[in-house]
């Protein structure tokens, strides 16, 4: 099971716009270091670091096949971050949809709104 | 500014409403407001189900029922911090992931709630998280938009 730091670093992980660009490549299959270095425009000791925290946090592993390393996404860790953060997203921006038109309501009817101060 | 320190660990939400500040704070710690607006799309928060005492160590429990199937979903925290008509912290039990509402006078009637939760990683440790989720590329492109969409600043 993921240690405290680690899923801690999940989200710094994914604060990042590169790192997020790296998962969604990985997401479509693993490829080599080199391979992920092309799209972006930064050094590969920038690509390695930003593998090292993906890694780190346990979204990535590596593995050695000759010369090249190879990345890939480790799919629970990621799906559980992101399902988690979604569902989170989802009800709080229906909450406050919800909220917004429940404001609306009571300071229409001004009568209703005393009264509910007078509830107290 | 690096947004790494904003994220990280944490999630954050904002909204502008169209009222004063202290209604608004009222609808969050009032049984009679909240059970119009707690439970998101399609899940009801009946009355009776919100438990609250607005003060430090004092509760804020909640259980949400599903339109569709009645299932339920129970929500126990504790208020850590309560400053009227500010400011509400709320550290849930089961997960311990904390709360903090802040709430922000435009100066124009209109409020603009920020909510930021923290210590958010133990509820990976809930049994739906470990049991793993099934995801595509298309959620992951949706949420990519979102996060990107709205960071916080």
């Known amino acids: 099971m993921l240690g405290e730091d680690q899923l801690d670093a999940t989200f710094t992980a994914l604060a990042d716009p590169t790192r997020r660009a790296i998962l969604a490549r990985l997401a479509k299959g693993d490829a080599a270091v080199n391979e992920l270095a092309t799209p972006f425009d ?52 229906e909450r406050f949809d919800k909220l917004d038109e429940h404001l609306r309501d009571i300071q229409r009817t001004p009568s209703r709104r005393r009264k509910g101060k007078a509830n107290e | 500014m690096s947004d790494q320190t904003s994220v990280a660990h944490e999630l954050s939400y904002a909204r502008v409403f169209d009222a004063p500040r202290e209604l608004v704070f009222r609808c969050m710690i009032e049984p009679e407001h909240l059970t119009h607006f707690w439970g998101p799309i399609g ?33 126990r925290a504790v208020y850590v911090e309560v400053v009227e008509p500010e400011r509400l912290v709320w550290t849930e039990a089961l997960s311990g992931v904390t709360t903090t509402s802040t709430l922000v006078d435009l100066g124009d009637g209109r409020t603009e709630v920020r909510i930021r939760q923290t210590n958010v990683p133990e509820a990976f440790r809930s049994p739906e998280a470990q049991a793993g989720f099934s995801t595509s590329l298309d959620r992951f492109a949706a949420y990519l938009r979102q996060l990107s969409g709205d960071s916080e600043r």
């Open chain 1, 42 to 93: 930064i050094s590969p000791p920038a690509i390695s670091k930003h593998l090292k925290v993906l890694e780190r946090c346990g979204l990535i592993s590596r593995t050695r096949h000759a010369q090249f390393r190879i990345c890939h996404l480790e799919q629970e860790a990621f799906d559980a971050a992101v399902s988690w953060i979604e569902e989170n997203r989802r009800i709080w921006t």
């Open chain 2, 43 to 75: 899940v009801r928060t009946p009355l009776e189900n919100i438990a609250v005492d607005p003060r430090p160590g004092g509760v804020f429990e909640t259980v949400m029922v599903n339109d569709a199937d009645g299932s339920q979903y129970m929500m």
